[in-house]
C-alpha cells in the first residue's frame, strides 16, 4: 500500500519567516528546512542523541545538531560528519496551494 500525503498546513504559517521549524505528528518529530524556497522533510530527532535538528544551524543544504555539532543533508537525510553513524529519515514532499504535504503514515 502507498503511504498517504498528510497536510502539515499553510507553509509560509508553518515557517513564519524562519528556514527550520520542528512539528509534531502522532508523536514523530518532522523537521522542515527551506533553502531557496525548496522545502525538505526529515526526522527532527538527531540520529546520535536527544536534540532537535530544527533548533541547530542551516547552512545551505546542511543542517548542524546543535548538541555536538554533526551534520545532516537537508535533502536526503544523510549523515555528514562525526559523531554521526546513521542517516536520519528523509520524507517526499510537495507543496500544493500553499500547503505542505509531506508523505508519512499516521500510526
Ligand atoms: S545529538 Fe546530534 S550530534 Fe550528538
Excluded at 20 to 32: E, P, T, W
Excluded at 44 to 65: R, V
Aim: hydrophobic fraction near 40%; glycine fraction near 12%.
Amino acid at each position: 500500500m502507498s503511504v498517504p500525503w498528510l497536510d502539515l498546513g499553510n507553509l509560509d504559517d508553518l515557517m513564519d519567516g524562519g528556514e527550520c521549524r520542528g512539528v509534531v505528528v502522532d508523536g514523530h518529530k518532522l523537521g522542515i528546512f527551506v533553502v531557496d524556497e525548496e522545502v525538505f522533510v526529515i526526522d527532527d530527532l538527531c540520529s546520535h542523541g536527544n536534540a532537535l535538528l530544527s533548533d541547530g544551524d542551516l547552512d545551505g543544504y546542511e543542517i548542524e545538531c546543535p548538541l555536538h555539532a554533526g551534520a545532516f543533508d537537508v535533502r536526503s537525510g544523510k549523515a555528514l560528519c562525526k559523531p554521526l553513524t546513521r542517516d536520519v529519515r528523509k520524507y517526499e514532499t510537495r507543496v500544493e496551494g500553499g500547503a505542505l504535504l509531506v508523505r508519512f503514515e499516521r500510526t
